[in-house]
């Protein structure tokens, strides 16, 4: 059984930078598309961005873009490096692996259990 984790999260001022990381373990995600998801308080997940299994491939929210990059460095670790943070940034940072890489939670079949990004205005 596969097994995502995510780290990284954490209490950071308006402005500031946060990289969250997201292992895989258990079993090989190589080649799964991989996704960001976050969920602030009272608010349905929302996405963030994907990679593409080849790590081609790139996607991002409107809300993110131009702020947050994904990357991928091998088939088991995903790396979301955020800048120029927001206090409506602020809420639980959760990965996801799937077959596609796209915008809906459906298509992916495999969660972490999340981390907690605060964004201090």
């Known amino acids: 059984q596969g097994q995502l984790v995510e780290s990284g999260g954490g209490l950071v001022q308006a402005g500031g930078s946060l990289r969250l990381s997201c292992a895989a373990s258990g079993r090989p995600f190589s080649g799964l598309a991989r996704g960001w998801f976050r969920q602030a308080p009272g608010k349905e997940r929302e996405f963030v961005a994907a990679?593409?299994?080849?790590?081609?491939?790139t996607y991002y929210g409107d809300s993110v873009k131009n702020r947050f990059t994904i990357s991928r460095d091998n088939a088991k670790t995903v790396y979301l490096q955020m800048n120029s943070l927001k206090p409506e940034d602020t809420a639980v940072y959760y990965c996801a692996a799937g077959s596609i890489a796209i915008s809906t939670t459906s298509a992916y079949a495999y969660w972490g259990q999340g981390t907690q990004v605060t964004v201090s205005s």
């Open positions: 990679i593409s299994g080849s790590g081609g491939t």
